[in-house]
């Protein structure tokens, strides 16, 4: 029996980026690494002490970069001057990234367009956050860094054009095409046609990624947090494999179906090394717990900053985590899920951010545990954003 998604999903949806991406972020950082190492004794402590508001505070760097008034629309920060000391703050929140800060720009665009997007409009808020977003160090990588600047110094003229000359004209295959679609995801659910999932976002992720890893990666991705909107709504819940043998259907299908393998034909090249993940995803989940370690999830699905290493690494960590792993000790799937994604190392923010999109999607937000979305920086704004962009979707004013 299936129900239809709620707000709770939604909401679940993108606070899972923000927790997933604040919790995450410090494991990411060299200069972090004595302060957070990657033992999962120490991210099971670290976790715990959130959610009793115990939080290790750590000095993040702020630089002195003033920020100048953007040209764009639609900045979702509150434009910020350095602190006067110049060396750094201490947080009393885990601080967002760009994981966050894209999603939460790229959710409010699709909540107040209308429904012929307008991608210069997103390039145009991309940017526009990024240059106010400055000094807040949120950890863009340097080849988005220099297109959302090129962006504004040429006035968004042929914002498609910059990223295809990018990689010596390869174009990015960088995770940041998944990082930031989850809102896609929930905008095209109750869409009469499901694969425009597939059109918004291709078109949203060759701003910056155009390689055909970077492309399939997105779609991967967005297709994994649907997937997950609405197997979470179902009373029968699926297991571990159901939900793949139907993920893997669904992706199977981008490119055969007669809608959507044109769109995706200039990018087919993308698509076999997904595939080949998903079978090393089937083949440790039917082999169980004892199939898999650490160290065999980073050698054969990754953890680095590429898609094809990371974004189905993220899938993995949350079908994993759908029975017991005896070395993370909580009952809490969200929770499992999340400090999976972070003992692996690598790029633990976007890694977990895209693991806590999915889960957040399928378990919904009141099954996080305690504290974690409120110890993160912009939980408010990120739930509101949530709760806009559902009623705009589904028509509603009730909850
Ligand atoms: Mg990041």
């Not at 703050?89 to 990234?97: A, H, I, L, V």
């Not at 190392?345 to 895209?354: K, L, P, Q």
């Amino acid at each position: 029996m299936s129900l239809l998604p709620s707000l709770n999903q939604w909401q679940g949806c993108l606070a899972g980026v923000l927790v997933g991406d604040c919790l995450g972020f410090p494991y990411e950082v060299i200069r972090f690494k004595k302060m957070f190492p990657h033992t999962i004794e120490f991210i099971e402590d670290d976790l715990e002490k959130i959610k009793i508001r115990q939080m290790i505070p750590y000095v993040r760097r702020v630089k002195k970069t003033p920020t100048k008034p953007a040209k764009g629309a639609r900045v979702t920060s509150t434009p910020t001057l350095a602190t006067t000391s110049g060396s750094g703050e201490t947080c009393s929140e885990r601080q967002y990234t760009d994981d966050t800060s894209m999603t939460i720009t790229f959710a409010k665009f699709l909540t107040e367009s209308n429904d012929s997007l307008d991608y210069v409009d997103l390039a145009r808020s991309f940017s526009a956050e990024f240059i106010v977003d400055v000094p807040k160090s949120r950890g863009y990588g340097p080849g988005v860094k220099k297109l959302l600047t090129k962006f504004d110094e040429v006035n968004f003229k042929n914002v498609f054009q910059y990223a295809t000359e990018t990689f010596k004209g390869q174009g990015s295959m960088g995770n940041g095409s998944g990082m930031r679609i989850s809102p896609v995801a929930l905008y095209t659910l109750n869409d009469p046609d499901r694969f425009r999932l597939v059109d918004i976002t291709i078109d949203s992720c060759r701003l910056t990624h155009t390689h055909p890893e970077g492309i399939f990666g997105g779609i991967f991705q967005a297709l994994a947090v649907r997937q997950a909107l609405l197997f979470g709504a179902k009373k029968d819940k699926p297991s571990a494999i159901e939900f793949l043998d139907a993920f893997e259907t669904e992706f199977k299908s981008v490119l055969s179906s007669k809608a959507t393998s044109k769109r995706v034909a200039a990018y087919q090249s993308g698509y076999q090394i997904y595939q080949d993940k998903i079978d090393v995803i089937k083949k440790f989940l039917k082999g169980g717990p004892s199939s898999w370690s650490l160290q065999k999830i980073k050698e054969e699905l990754g953890n680095k900053v590429v898609s094809s290493k990371s974004i189905p690494t993220a899938l993995f960590c949350f079908l994993a985590s759908f029975q017991e792993i005896d070395f993370i000790h909580t009952d809490n799937h969200f929770q499992r899920a999340i400090t999976l994604a972070f003992a692996l190392g690598g790029d633990t923010d976007t890694i977990g951010g895209m693991t806590g999109a999915i889960c957040g999607a399928y378990v919904g937000l009141d099954d996080f545990p305690e504290n974690f979305v409120q110890s993160c920086e912009a939980s408010g704004k990120i739930l509101n954003v949530a709760e806009q962009l559902y009623r705009k979707c589904n028509n509603s004013t009730e909850v």
